[in-house]
């Protein structure tokens, strides 16, 4: 039987970045489903194109899909332009893009590198935030999509470990900023199997020992971090800024 789900975002507008597959399409569709209208985008105008055909197979009409490489000014303005000439609004805006070009030793990493994952993964979810500013609603909601690596970078991917730290900080810095009118949130997913998450998912004995990390023995699902986003960004969260939601089966964190 379907699920029935709430309509939480009836009337609202959602911008998710990175959203043409993995966790950020996951959390383009939950929002859709409970009424959003929502702006999709990732680099590739062909991943674009196929994502939108997916949603609206799926009986989702309301959604526009834009390429925005998240680390370009002018595909970032450009996507909050088309948003307002569209909808006329932004109340959701979910931060979801990230790299990890190189699993090498952080003291190992080329600057070229610890400037890509930096600007990808930090500066541009900050300048994203400088051009859609002005245009949130009192009541709108920012979520960033950090990770449970940015707890505890992790050796093989310390770099990406520490950009997804930064946006713990980053979180509580802008709730700060941008209180009260606007609500800052953050989700932390541990490993779910996704593309970016293949090099784990392709080797069965990788993927057994994350799974017997987490107290619930699997590993997460899209729809699951997809839940935890929705729950923040809805008026069910109006009294929680600043905080970050851990959504990694209980794999141990932080108290
Ligand atoms: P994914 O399935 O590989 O999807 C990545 C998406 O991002 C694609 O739609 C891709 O489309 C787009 N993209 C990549 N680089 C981009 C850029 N510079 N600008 C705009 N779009 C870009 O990845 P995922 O696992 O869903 O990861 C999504 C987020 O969850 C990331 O922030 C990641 O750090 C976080 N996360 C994932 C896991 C996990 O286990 N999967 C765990 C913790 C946190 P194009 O190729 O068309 O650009």
């Given amino acids: 039987m379907e699920k029935m789900l709430a309509r939480r975002f009836e009337g609202k507008v959602a911008i998710v970045t990175a959203s043409t597959q993995g966790i950020g399409l996951g959390i383009a569709e939950r929002l859709?489903?409970?009424?959003a209208s929502v702006v999709i985008?990732?680099?590739?105008?062909k991943n674009v194109d196929e994502a939108v055909e997916k949603l609206r197979a799926k009986g989702i009409q309301q959604v526009m899909g834009l390429v925005c490489h998240v680390s370009d000014a002018e595909q970032r303005k450009n996507l909050?332009?088309?948003?307002i000439e569209k909808y006329g609004k932004i109340d959701v805006v979910v931060s979801n893009a990230a790299v990890n070009p190189a699993n090498i030793p952080l003291l190992q990493t080329q600057e070229s590198i610890l400037d890509k994952l930096w600007e990808t993964n930090v500066k541009a979810a900050i300048?994203?935030?400088?051009?859609?500013?002005?245009h949130l609603q009192k009541g709108s909601s920012v979520i960033f999509i950090s990770s449970l690596g940015g707890y505890q970078p992790q050796p093989s991917m310390a770099m990406y470990g520490v950009t997804k730290t930064a946006l713990l900080?980053?979180?509580?810095?802008?709730?700060?900023?941008?209180?009260?009118?606007?609500?800052?949130?953050?989700?932390a997913p541990g490993f779910v199997p996704t593309r970016f998450a293949a090099y784990i998912t392709a080797n069965e004995a990788a993927k057994k020992s994350f799974e017997k990390m987490t107290l619930l023995n699997r590993l997460g699902t899209t729809e699951?971090?997809?839940?935890a986003t929705?729950?923040?960004?809805?008026?069910d969260?109006?009294?929680?800024?600043?905080?970050?939601l851990i959504v990694a089966g209980g794999t141990p964190s932080r108290l």
């Fill in 32 to 35: 859709a489903l409970e009424g």
């Fill in 41 to 45: 985008s990732s680099r590739k105008q």
């Fill in 80 to 83: 909050i332009n088309k948003t």
């Fill in 127 to 134: 300048l994203l935030l400088k051009d859609a500013g002005p």
């Fill in 169 to 187: 900080g980053l979180t509580k810095a802008l709730a700060a900023e941008m209180a009260p009118d606007v609500r800052v949130n953050c989700v």
């Fill in 224 to 227: 699951e971090v997809a839940a």
């Fill in 230 to 235: 929705a729950f923040l960004a809805s008026d």
């Fill in 237 to 244: 969260a109006s009294y929680i800024t600043g905080e970050t």
